[in-house]
């Protein structure tokens, strides 16, 4: 499987079968979370300020969000104000004190109206632009931020507790392309450049092709091969571990380009900012 992310020029990926990868690791997820008790709701996660039930409150908000999506939609666009670790924070305040009975009825009500949205979607061949913090593209998109966004947070949660996290290639290897992918786009955003052909290996392994000299150009294509993990590089682009510490082989320019995203994600902010 080829999958190819350009900020000019289109997309190239499947994006009904992104949704069904979605679709099953979302069903995992419930299915570990119906097993949750009130320790485990509570527990703290790899998001150093959110519970577990504190996460699944987020992903419920990012459902919500992705439903209403609409031509021209703003919501991840960072020039209109969206600031990723601001912004979920602030939706937080409006499910406070939520039971986790509550917060995992709403998870799988809106995860399936989401779902449904999307095919409905993809069924009629509906076609717009939103923004994205690296500017417009088509929605399908969102569907693969989403995935990204839902497949580290599971992980942020499992992880923490010490539990396996059960995905499979196919999962992993959308995580990771688009990871790399997001990582190339905020590196250019903050004027560093990054052109490498990494290999990972594990789950979702392959040769990962990326470009970021003229916008962002993502080749991903699924082989079995050695190398880093491409489940323990997608975490540390976002910041949940050093790039150094996986992609160490990197020059140090390329390990600092792509480092900028999850450092920013680790950046504090100013409190006034989220109350």
Known sequence: MTLILRTDGGCEFDPVH????????????VTILRGFGPGDWAAPT???????????????????NAVAVEPGDRMLDTTAGYDPRVTPRKLLAESAGESPETTLARFVATTEERFARDRVRLAHGVRFDVRMPYGPMNWTIRILHGFWDSWLHERDVLLARGMKHPADDD?????????LFIAAAVASI??????????????GGGLFELDNSDGVTLIATRVTTAGPLAAEVTD??????????????LPAGSRAALSGLGD????????????
């Not at 790899?46 to 459902?63: I, K, P, T, Y």
């Not at 999962?171 to 990871?179: H, K, L, N, P, R």
């Not at 004027?191 to 290999?199: D, I, Y």
């Not at 680790?266 to 989220?274: C, F, G």
């Open 18 to 29: 992104l949704l069904d990868v979605f679709g099953e690791q979302r069903r995992r997820f």
């Open 46 to 64: 790899r998001c150093a300020l959110w519970s577990a039930q504190d996460v699944v409150r987020h992903l419920s908000d990012n459902n919500r």
């Open 171 to 179: 999962a992993t290897g959308y995580a990771a392309a688009y990871g």
């Open 190 to 203: 903050f004027g560093a450049q990054v052109r490498e052909k990494l290999t990972l290996g594990g789950a």
């Open 236 to 249: 540390a682009l976002a910041g949940r571990a050093p790039v150094a510490a996986v992609l160490g082989d």
């Open 264 to 275: 920013f994600f680790n950046t504090p902010v100013e409190p006034s900012l989220i109350t």
